[in-house]
């Protein structure tokens, strides 16, 4: 998705993962401003982001930029706009600003899952074939075999092949989540951004989402991913960057 504008271009010392990087408080990744880079392929690139709801600002002119196989950390605290900065990164709310994802729409991941309980993890998944597919077609279970293989692929990538026909509701909290990341991978998106994804998860399940998204990383996607807790920041982004009231202050 690009909008009003091409990527910026790359201040010197922009970290990627295979740059030199200077450390963060307890040794974990830089804490500081993601700079856009050029030609970032595939990547995301966030110029001067900015979003007002009823008349207040929530997000003030925020820069990014994230490359395939990067890990970036949005932290801050409840209501300092990470959310909204996922969701307008996402297309999802109206904003000013430029946002560039390789020519596709970011896929995100929401804070709550927002599964379809009573459907199994495979329909939940083919959700995100919509965009390909349209309405009618899924809703009378018409799904083409490309988007079949596709789902049961991406549910082999969160680990969860043997559950494809189980309900939603029966899932445990961390599969769920591992639902949700597969629905935003059958999106086909370069980007994959994460709201809170281990809010709600005990410290092992939390541990082991985030570290699939550093495998789909790995794997070649740009992920950003906000949390609360800044040591699993630190273990498992390659950068962090933090917003207070709608800026990015490190």
Known sequence: MEERGGPARLRAGAGHPHHRRRHGPGGGPP??????????????????????????????????????????????PSGAGKTTLLRAAAGLVPHAGTVSAGGARPAL???????????????????????????????????????????????????????AERRADTLSGGQRQRVAIARALMQRAPVLLADEPVASLDPANAEAVLVLLRELARGGLAVVVSLHQPELARRHADRRLRLENGRVVA
Do not use: K
């Open 31 to 76: 804490l500081r401003r993601a700079a856009p880079r050029a030609a970032l392929t595939g990547g995301l690139v966030v110029e001067g982001l900015s979003v007002s709801l009823g008349g207040r600002a929530v997000l003030s002119g925020v820069t990014l930029a994230v490359a395939p196989g990067e890990v970036l950390a949005i932290e801050g």
């Open 109 to 163: 991941v929401f804070q709550h899952h927002a599964l379809a309980r009573r459907l199994s993890a495979r329909s939940n998944v083919l959700v995100g074939a919509l965009g390909r597919t349209g309405f009618l077609r899924s809703a009378l279970g018409l799904w083409p075999a490309r988007e079949l293989a596709l789902a049961a692929e991406c549910l082999g990538r969160v680990g969860l092949a043997g559950l």
